[in-house]
């Protein structure tokens, strides 16, 4: 189930290039031999190249969608993700779970890379592990990686740097605000995670999240990509568990739970001087949650959307 997930998202990441006149996206490949899709630093990129992108990074283990959500939440776009494999596409895959540092570059790094790289503690608990030679993954940040940069995370990878693609988006662009709104059911698979929930007994997900309006303002573009999750995510979770552990663990399950929820995120993000790190990790959750228990036939609803921090968040202008 977990193997060849690098060759899955390479071939997610190969229609990209095929497309890449439609998709407004632009392909460079740096001496080392890293191949580099970028789309939305240098490039227009656009809803398509952000569905794409989005795809990647879940290595397509994924359908991800827009469509339209509740109204009187957000009028405009949602984006929609469905799979039945959620912890490959989510947790093996879409998970950030890779700060990339180098002097002054910092990028959150997703996607089936990180399962060459090997480092992180959720890939040891899941025993996951990628026995090919290749390393696939996305970068979240404003500016494209240098030969250097590409050849220091191909070696963290075990791979050489010819074997290393990487698809680059800044949130502020349209393409990267769909690739982080697209982590609606991630972020409840992540969060049940830390709350010791056996995320493996998690058979089928759906996710609705609002596409907020792109801004050039860093701080407000981390706003407005986390508000739609943190306020107006919605998730669905077949399961196949107890009832009385879904009871127990359910109420912290949603954003809600969180010491700092209740204000927009840009200015949660404000508070802590910008350091991301020092929000509290229970607090990226989506707004509700809905788990359904194959075994026994129950359901539950946690949590509740918040329009009003939507609206404050995304600053619609509204006009008779």
Same mark, same amino acid.
């Given at each position: ?44 990129? +656009? ?21 339209? +959500? ?33 002097? %002054? ?146 109420? %912290? ?16 993000? %404000? ?50």
């Amino acid at each position: 189930m977990f193997d060849g997930l690098n060759q899955a998202a390479l071939g997610v990441y190969r229609q990209a290039v095929e497309n890449a006149c439609a998709l407004g996206v632009h392909e460079t490949v740096l001496p080392s031999g890293t191949h580099v899709l970028d789309f939305g630093v240098q490039v227009s990129g +656009g809803l398509a190249a952000g569905l794409q992108l989005a795809r990647v990074c879940t290595a397509g283990r994924a359908n991800i969608e827009i469509g339209t +959500g509740e109204r009187t939440v957000w009028r405009g776009p949602w984006v929609n993700v469905r799979t039945d494999q959620p912890v490959a596409a989510c947790m093996l895959s879409q998970y950030a779970g890779w700060p990339v540092k180098h002097e %002054k570059f910092f990028a959150m790094g997703s996607g089936p890379m990180r399962l060459r790289r090997g480092r992180e503690e959720l890939l040891r608990e899941l025993s996951a592990v990628e026995p090919q030679p290749l390393a696939v993954g996305t970068l979240e940040c404003d500016q494209l990686p240098t030969c250097e940069i590409a050849r220091a995370m191909a070696e963290q990878c075990q791979v050489d740097a010819s074997s290393l693609w990487l698809a680059v988006a800044p949130t502020r662009s349209i393409a990267g605000s769909i690739q982080v709104v697209a982590r609606c059911v991630e972020t409840s698979l992540h969060k049940l995670h830390e709350l010791k929930f056996p995320i493996s007994s998690i058979t089928s997900a759906f996710g609705a999240a609002p596409l907020p309006p792109p801004t050039p303002n860093f701080a407000k573009g981390i706003g407005r990509t986390n508000d739609a999750i943190l306020y107006a995510g919605h998730v669905t979770l077949w399961v196949n568990s107890e009832d009385e552990l879904i009871e127990s663990i359910g109420p %912290k399950l949603p954003s809600q739970a969180s010491r700092d929820y209740g204000s927009p995120f840009a200015d949660i993000f %404000k508070s802590y001087n910008y350091d991301f790190y020092q929000v509290d990790p229970g607090l990226f959750s989506p707004a509700e949650v809905v788990m359904i228990n194959l075994k026994s036939g129950r359901s539950w609803r946690f949590g509740s959307l918040r329009p009003d921090l939507i609206s404050a968040s995304f600053g619609t202008v509204e006009c008779a």
